[in-house]
């Protein structure tokens, strides 16, 4: 009865919601910022980004529509998933996360267009370089994102989904067959996977599991 009365008076304390909810939206904000600059290096390397945007360009371009209307009726598909299934991993972040990333990335590429000279994006030292500190990047600060506790993206719901059906496969597992499974997908509509692909689905579903933890012992500390 004590921890009972414990989490209601937590849950109804207002001052401390806000408190808490504000340090999340932060986070995730800015862990969102970096996912679209980290982004928009790995396009202008052309070695492979996210596995749900080489799927979703491989079907788009297999159905005949453009990579933005297929986005969003993908998005809005597991939109819904979310609100009858996971209501509970809607927030901010999800807002952010289909919003903003890809605007980040467009901003950036054009900052970089006018200030990097392509020939960086073409050396195979400078663009292994790029290419390697941008994947980090982006796998970090997505695991950071997805673990801010403010709302994740409908695609980065689907492996938690998965995970609340088999409850005995870790979390890192559901989003490898996840990402792997869009890696496929594509593959199969004519796509080429690239190593940035592979590299983006081996490791970060494992990272994400880290971070979750690192997360979980600051919080207790």
């Known amino acids: 009865m004590s921890e009972d009365k414990t989490i209601k008076k937590e849950k109804f304390n207002i001052g401390s919601y806000m408190k808490n909810n504000w340090k999340k939206n932060v986070i995730s904000?800015?862990?969102?910022?970096?996912?679209?600059?980290?982004l928009s290096f790995l396009i202008l390397c052309n070695l492979g980004t996210d596995t749900c945007t080489f799927m979703n360009r491989n079907v788009a371009a297999k159905i005949g529509t453009t990579f933005g209307n297929w986005q969003l009726v993908f998005n809005i598909f597991f939109l819904i998933l979310m609100i009858i299934l996971r209501r509970?991993?809607?927030g901010s972040g999800t807002i952010f996360n289909m919003v903003l990333i890809a605007y980040y990335a467009d901003f950036f590429d054009w900052i970089w267009g006018k200030t990097i000279p392509d020939s960086v994006f073409e050396n195979p030292v400078s663009r292994g370089i790029i290419f390697v500190i941008s994947l980090v990047g982006f796998i970090v600060t997505a695991a950071i994102y997805m673990n801010a506790?403010?709302?994740?993206?409908?695609?980065?719901?689907i492996p938690v989904m998965l995970?609340?059906?088999?409850?005995?496969?870790?979390?890192?597992?559901?989003?490898?067959?996840?990402?792997f499974t869009c890696i496929l997908i594509g593959f199969l509509l004519g796509g080429k996977p690239l190593i940035g692909h592979f590299l983006m689905a081996l490791f970060l579903g494992p990272t994400i599991t880290v971070v979750g933890k690192l997360f979980k012992k600051r919080s207790k500390a």
């Open 88 to 90: 509970d991993l809607i």
């Open 29 to 38: 904000f800015v862990a969102i910022f970096g996912m679209g600059l980290s």
């Open 149 to 157: 506790d403010a709302g994740i993206a409908p695609y980065d719901a």
């Open 163 to 179: 995970n609340d059906i088999f409850k005995k496969l870790p979390f890192f597992l559901c989003r490898n067959i996840i990402d």
